[in-house]
């Protein structure tokens, strides 16, 4: 990666705080804001000790803490009877005429801010010996860096329970204080969890303004001003890249929007963005690399992170209320992240069970559980792109598993859901669709074939007619012998034409019902042709002068082969007609004497099988396209 510009310097400045910590904040060497001819700040300290306002009115109670260059002691205000916090220099520097400007100046940048979270300059005191003391309001509470990642003594502290939300809404406030600073052309430079204090009942304070800064090249000389920086300053963990370039013109109000995205880095991730070995290798990343957010860090508030901490000040938040509102729309949409969130697990049940056929009602479950959840995460928020990803990949996968399982239609529904649905899977519909549609027709064929050879359909129609042909077929053979004397062709002949116009007259009668289904048309046509060619076979034989043994003979191999030809390709269950017609032909050719007998009793035999197998209530099965009932 190659070196930024004047890095050689920074190796310099470097090794002259070797020993300083990532999380300490490094001062500027300038005296800035003493570059006028009569040093006004330090006239002005002057001028207020010989006033000593408050030296016989506070009292020093006791010490609250101490760092590089100052204390933090305990006192009161004597007349108001109020606590204070009072600010001075630690033994080490005091007497020193930059460590009291830089107290002073940090006095001076606080004092300009009156907002709910900065905390109240209420004066500054001069000690006997010179030294300047700061007269603040008294936080009663804890650094943020201290609870930042305390889910337990939050809740117990402030009643949240809702650690992510309870720092966002810290940093918000962090924000406001930072926003309304950049107001009044003053930019804080270090902006961090432990530079914020907490208070008991909840306030937030931005506090240490020693790093605080005009940006102003005006700013009359009481207040730092960034024009006149040429040293590396801030927390190294916290850099901006800008910051590192000891040049103090590209400072600006995005250096502490890019700070804010820092502290947001330190929130999500428990860590601050810059991490490193030594000082040198923290300031070459801060110098070199944009901080990015880790990816199980919500899209929303990855974004924001990231646009926040970009390397170029112009790639940033335009301000910091720009970085609070976006936390601010975050958080409301928290709601409808969290219902995406929750709608990816079954979304992942899904994508695990697709094609599984066995595993259907627990495939259909996990996908409307997933559409719903989505869906309703939209309705929260129609922004939330995990809801849309997640509500298209849902539809997808269901969409894939429709088609590993044959369901076409439905695929086909799904996919008109999906307005940019993938040019590969519509195709795979598109043919699924065409194949359904084929088999579909097939189905419709075998279908209609099905019903043409349901044997129940017009039972008792086909019943009747069968059965007055039957009785009919019984009767005329009785009569014909009740007459005396031999059968004659006229005898012959008569009864045929008498059972054709019969079967034509009750297939008129029944026409309607005969013929809906293609059995019926056939079993009807073999009766008729059976009575046509029994007209003309006793025609034939009349004409030739055949006896009547051989015409009798003949007329039962019509009858038999008629019989056969219905048993095997209509119904089966026929054959004991059949099997009486074969008998009786081999009766009556051996002996012609028992026709009458032979014609009486196959047709009985005939009118009872009818009865037994189409009975209503008896039907059982369907037709199967060969003409066999199962």
């Given amino acids: 990666m190659v070196k930024p510009d004047n890095w050689d310097r920074v190796e310099s400045f470097v090794a002259t705080i070797a020993e300083a910590s990532p999380d300490a904040t490094i001062l500027p060497e300038t005296q800035t804001g003493m570059a006028t001819a009569d040093g006004r700040a330090l006239t002005e300290l002057a001028a ?29 205000q004597v007349a108001l009877h109020r606590e204070v916090a009072i600010k001075e220099l630690i033994d080490a520097r005091r007497g020193k005429a930059r460590s009291v400007l830089k107290l002073m100046q940090e006095a001076w940048t606080a004092g300009s801010l009156e907002h709910p979270n900065i905390v109240p300059i209420y004066d500054i005191e001069v000690q006997a010996d010179g030294d300047p003391r700061i007269v603040m309001k008294r936080i009663q509470g804890k650094a943020w860096s201290d609870l930042i990642d305390e889910a337990d003594a939050v809740a117990e502290t402030f009643g949240e329970t809702d650690l992510l939300k309870w720092n966002l809404d810290v940093l918000m406030q962090v924000a406001n204080a930072v926003r309304y600073a950049h107001d009044r052309g003053i930019v804080h430079l270090d902006l961090k969890p432990s530079n914020v204090m907490l208070g008991s009942f909840g306030e937030v304070y931005l506090v240490d303004w020693g790093l605080g800064m005009s940006l102003d090249a005006d700013a009359g000389g009481r207040l730092q001003r960034t024009v006149d920086v040429d040293d590396i300053i801030g927390t190294p963990s916290y850099l901006a890249p ?152 849902s539809t997808i996968a269901m969409i894939e598993h429709e088609l590993a399982v044959g369901a076409a239609p439905a695929a086909a529904t799904l996919l008109a859901e999906l307005h940019d649905a993938p040019a590969d899977l519509r195709a795979r519909v598109d043919a699924e669709l065409a194949r359904f549609a084929s088999e579909g027709e097939r189905i419709k064929k075998l279908e209609a074939l099905g019903e043409d050879m349901d044997l129940s359909i017009g039972r008792r129609t086909r019943l009747f007619v069968l059965s007055m042909l039957g009785l009919l077929f019984i009767a005329w053979p009785i009569y014909s012998a009740s007459c005396g004397g031999p059968p004659t062709y006229e005898d012959q002949f008569t009864g045929p034409i008498l059972f054709l116009v019969t079967a034509l007259a009750l297939g008129w009668g029944t026409r309607e019902s005969m013929s809906r289904t293609l059995v019926n048309q056939r079993l009807f046509a073999v009766i008729i042709v059976l009575l046509v060619a029994q007209v003309a076979l ?61 014609i009486v009793l196959t047709n009985i035999v005939f009118v009872i099988n009818i009865a037994i197998i189409w009975w209503p209530g008896r039907i059982t099965g369907t037709y199967d396209g060969d003409a066999r009932i199962r």
Avoid at 276 to 297: H, M, N, R, Y
Avoid at 543 to 551: D, E, R, T
Wanted: net charge negative; glycine share 10%; with cysteine.
């Fill in 48 to 76: 207020l000790g010989q006033e000593a306002s408050l030296s016989a009115r506070l009292e020093v109670l006791g010490t609250l803490g101490e760092g590089g260059m100052g204390i933090v002691r305990l006192g009161r």
């Fill in 242 to 393: 800008e910051m590192i370039a000891r040049d103090g013109s590209k400072l600006s109000e995005q250096t502490d929007v890019f700070l804010l995205g820092a502290v947001l880095h330190r929130i999500l991730t428990g860590k601050p963005p810059h991490q490193g070995d030594s000082l040198l290798a923290i300031f070459f990343q801060a110098a070199t690399s944009s901080p990015t957010l880790p990816e199980e860090v919500p899209a929303e508030l990855r974004a924001i992170g990231d646009k926040a901490m970009a390397m170029e000040p112009s790639d940033r938040h335009a301000s910091a209320d720009e970085f609070r509102l976006a936390i601010r729309d975050f958080l409301e949409h928290r709601g409808s992240i969290a219902l995406s969130d929750g709608a990816a697990v079954p979304l992942a049940d899904l994508r695990d069970a697709v094609g599984d056929e066995d595993r259907r009602d627990e495939i259909h479950r996990a996908f409307n559980e997933a559409r719903f959840g989505f869906r309703q995460a939209l309705a929260a928020w129609s922004g939330n792109e995990d809801a849309v990803a997640g509500l298209r990949a």
């Fill in 538 to 598: 006793t025609g034939l034989c009349w004409y030739h002068g055949l006896n009547q043994l051989a015409f009798g003979s003949m007329l039962f191999f019509l009858w038999s082969v008629c019989a056969v030809f219905a048993t095997l390709l209509i119904e089966r269950r026929l054959w004991p007609t059949a099997s009486g017609q074969m008998i009786a032909l081999a009766v009556i050719t051996l002996d012609h004497g028992y026709v009458y007998m032979a």
